[in-house]
């Protein structure tokens, strides 16, 4: 510690390089931050999905497929209630609102089940009662309110894409919740999408909560097995998987998001390793004279090692700083339409420190090794 | 956005060119001069060169992977075929055309006739089911429904392996796309969607066109079982101008309630995926691309520090600061151009026609497609390299034009 000031002098000696230096490490970390939060936007959904007991009723064949609405007497049955409650239909709506860039997640729901399995949601109760009593009411969560300057009591159009109708909504409340992902979201009634619809009673998935997580596979096996000869055989699942499923689809995203972070990774290691090298060509025979003056060689290797530490935390400390400031603070995302939001984890952060240091030691290490290893007399008869 | 990035790396490269050829007209610092510098420094110059190769790497799998799914997509419409859907939609798999639509479609006057006489119209029904893939997890894949005249809209389909699939008998042929995808699609698997169990008999190929990932049936068939109505029809037309017409009467004509559009502006519109990927990767190319000139810069102002009575030495003998300015910007344009020409054949050799899957946002069905690395591809990602290479030296290089020649003389 009490080399810090040398080590800071060292760094700063050739200004200019240093700052090459950082101003490379900050823009890599900000991509390996980008796409990393890109990632952990996409299963953002399947992290807090595991939280909620919920459990998914969808086709067999996958979501594409309807499902009937004779099923729902079963899943209110004594059967499946000793293990489950709150059974809601769910219909993803995918409808626009005045420009087909305007494109929020929209739910079709039952209203009584609805508070209940979506407890996290919060509203009033007068704006609970009016989701109940009107038919075409619509329950939206803040930041959506936000985003389109809706008021409560406004009567809006989507305008269907899945689905063949433009339903006219009228809001009757607004709910917050601790994801702000949830608060993009809108929720209205299933039986006025079945009116718009002319009664065709098409329901894409059940949605229901488990008693218990015993209870889980107790229903994936009871409700599977009554529906497997029938007109629609089902998949249940939790919403974790409904949610990971999206993922599948979209193919190997990990696989493309991990092989971008390593590359960075290299590439940030080379540029920092040219710039260490650079200074340790500098400083032989500086490095013999401290070592005569009595400075151990595993000290001039620390000093090293950790300038080159210094310059690539503060590096990270750039690139996560710009990153929370226009992420997390001003609230920017890269596409609106996919990304609603764009949040950078914390888990995010600890792999830009992770990186940052990883970058600081193996970058460091081959010419801190050199000039510790060089014999002083060496040292001190080079010119350079 | 990325055409944009590809001018301006074009414009570059040309003006470098240029440079390059009243350089060695004008002035007289020969570039092999440059080139041994790099190799004397060599450390140096690798560690650039490989910062710059990875770069490139990048920016090339970006769009490569862009490209694959562009051509996937957007090769899938054909210039003589038109498609009528339900007004609103933007997929056949959301689309509803009744069996009074259709009809109504068959009415319209001298509509195209192939040489027995039939109508050149295909009404088509597309459903989707899921399936196991091969590498684990589920995707949806499209299935299908065709009448007798589909093949015949279709120039690019060719069935490779066993036969046409035959009507009422639950029979399908699968595009070797979705062959490669997913598992149990071969010829004689005998997969069960919609209650039924169905036959593979065949496999066909259509250039690449997202036809390769979807399962084909017999439309009769493929109705019934699944219960839907039309999905969409397929007309073909004898040139663009009738084309046109054509789509401008059923669009703007009551009667028929329907959105007509040509097939190649349909699917250009389903390239969601493509361009995503693609805008992504001129952000990610940028970015990382900024981060590799830093890098170049610094190796150059190291190199023009250490070269410092050299400099001088060549002001002395008459070398102008043009001169010195510009056989120091082509050293750096030299880093670039190295590492971006081998960070273009890495990315060849490692993606070119690899084959991978997504889902199409537009019909939430699996779209197979291959990485496609072409050599317009590697030609922008050398010259945007290039460009990397002359931004980072451009300011050591007026350095070096700048010195005074006595200090620099002097200076250790």
Not at chain 1, 278 to 302: D, K, N, S, W, Y
């Amino acid at each position: 510690m009490k080399f810090l000031p040398l080590i800071w002098r060292n760094a700063l000696r050739n200004r200019l390089r240093t700052i090459l230096t950082l101003a490379g490490i900050a823009f890599l970390l900000f991509v390996l931050i980008f796409v990393m939060t890109g990632l952990s936007e996409i299963q953002a959904w399947e992290g807090v999905a595991a939280t909620h007991r919920r459990v998914v009723v969808q086709h067999a064949e996958g979501l594409t497929a309807e499902l009937g609405v004779e099923l729902e007497t079963f899943l209110k049955g004594d059967v499946i209630s000793r293990h489950a409650e709150h059974v809601c239909k769910f219909n993803w709506f995918g409808g626009y609102y005045q420009d087909p860039k305007n494109w929020p997640p929209e739910f079709a729901v039952d209203p009584p089940a609805m508070r209940p399995l979506f407890d996290e949601l919060k509203f009033s109760d007068d704006a609970y009662r009016k989701f109940s009593e009107t038919k075409t009411a619509a329950l939206v969560g803040i930041a959506l309110m936000k985003k389109y300057d809706w008021k409560v009591g406004q009567r809006i159009t989507l305008i269907g894409t899945f689905y063949p109708c433009n339903p006219e909504l009228d809001i009757v409340g607004v709910f917050t919740t601790k994801d702000p992902r949830q608060e993009e979201q809108m929720f209205f009634r299933w039986d006025y999408l079945d009116e718009l619809l002319q009664n065709r009673k098409i329901v894409s998935t059940y949605w229901m909560k488990a008693r218990s997580d015993e209870d889980i596979p107790r229903l994936k096996e009871l409700i599977d097995a009554h529906t497997k000869n029938s007109a629609y055989p089902t998949e249940t699942i939790t919403e974790k998987e409904f949610a990971a499923q999206f993922m599948s689809m979209m193919g190997n995203i990990k696989a493309i998001v991990g092989g971008i972070g390593a590359l960075v990774l290299v590439i940030m290691i080379m540029m920092t390793a040219n710039t260490m090298a650079m200074a340790a060509r500098e400083r032989v025979t500086e490095i013999a004279v401290m070592r005569t003056l009595g400075f151990r060689a595993g000290q001039i290797l620390a000093i090293m090692v950790s300038e080159s530490l210094l310059v690539s935390l503060l590096g990270a400390a750039i690139a996560l700083g710009v990153s929370l400031l226009v992420f997390n603070g001003l609230r920017l995302s890269p596409s609106p339409i996919y990304f609603p939001v764009f949040l950078v984890e914390p888990k995010t952060m600890v792999v830009a420190l992770g990186a940052a240091v990883t970058c600081g030691l193996v970058s460091s290490m081959v010419p801190a090794v050199r000039a510790a290893r060089r014999k002083i007399t060496d040292g001190l008869r080079q010119v350079v | 956005m990325s055409w944009i990035f590809a001018n301006v790396a074009a414009i570059a490269t040309l003006v470098a060119l240029l440079a390059v050829l009243v350089g060695i007209s004008r002035l007289s610092i020969p570039l092999k001069y440059n080139v041994r510098n790099l190799r004397v420094r060599w450390v140096t110059s690798l560690l650039t060169i490989l910062g710059i190769v990875l770069v490139t790497v990048v920016f090339v799998m970006m769009f490569a992977m862009g490209l694959g799914i562009e051509r996937s997509l957007v090769g899938s419409g054909d210039p003589l075929n038109m498609i009528a859907l339900r007004v609103g939609t933007t997929a056949e798999s959301q689309s509803v055309v009744t069996k009074e639509q259709y009809e109504d479609l068959l009415g319209i006057p001298s509509l195209q006739r192939d040489a027995k006489g039939e109508l050149l119209v295909s009404p088509e029904l597309v459903v989707g089911a899921n399936v196991v893939k091969k590498d684990g997890g589920k995707a949806n894949v499209a299935i299908r429904g065709v009448g007798p005249m589909a093949a015949s809209l279709r120039t690019d389909l060719k069935l490779i392996e066993g036969r046409w699939f035959k009507p009422a008998l639950g029979e399908l042929i699968v595009g070797v796309g979705a062959d490669r995808r997913f598992q149990g699609l071969r010829i004689g698997d005998r997969p069960k969607f919609r209650g039924r169990e169905w036959t593979i008999v065949g496999r066909f190929e259509s250039g690449g066109q997202a036809y390769e990932s979807e399962l084909w049936g017999d439309i009769g068939d493929i109705k019934s079982q699944f219960k839907r109505d039309y999905s969409a029809v397929l007309i073909r037309c004898a040139n663009e101008d009738k084309l046109q017409n054509l789509c401008n009467l059923i669009r703007k004509d009551k009667q028929y309630k329907l959105e007509a559009k040509p097939t190649i502006d349909y699917y250009r519109e389903q390239n969601i995926g493509g361009q995503m990927i693609k805008s992504f990767g001129v952000v990610l190319a940028v970015v990382l691309g900024i981060g590799a000139i830093f890098g170049a810069a610094n190796t150059m102002y190291a190199a023009v520090a250490s070269r410092t009575r050299e400099i001088a030495t060549m002001r002395v003998l008459g070398f102008t600061r043009g001169a010195i300015w510009f056989s120091f910007v082509m050293e750096a344009a030299f880093l670039g151009m190295i590492g971006g020409a081998l960070g273009s054949g890495v990315g060849y050799l490692l993606f070119n026609n690899m084959a991978t899957g997504t889902v199409n946002w537009v019909s939430f069905s699996e779209l197979a497609f291959q990485f496609r690395v072409t050599p317009t591809l590697m030609a922008w990602a050398t010259a945007l390299a290039t460009l990397m290479g002359v931004v980072g030296g451009y300011f050591p290089a007026y350095r070096a034009s700048r010195m005074t020649i006595a200090r620099a003389l002097r200076g250790l």
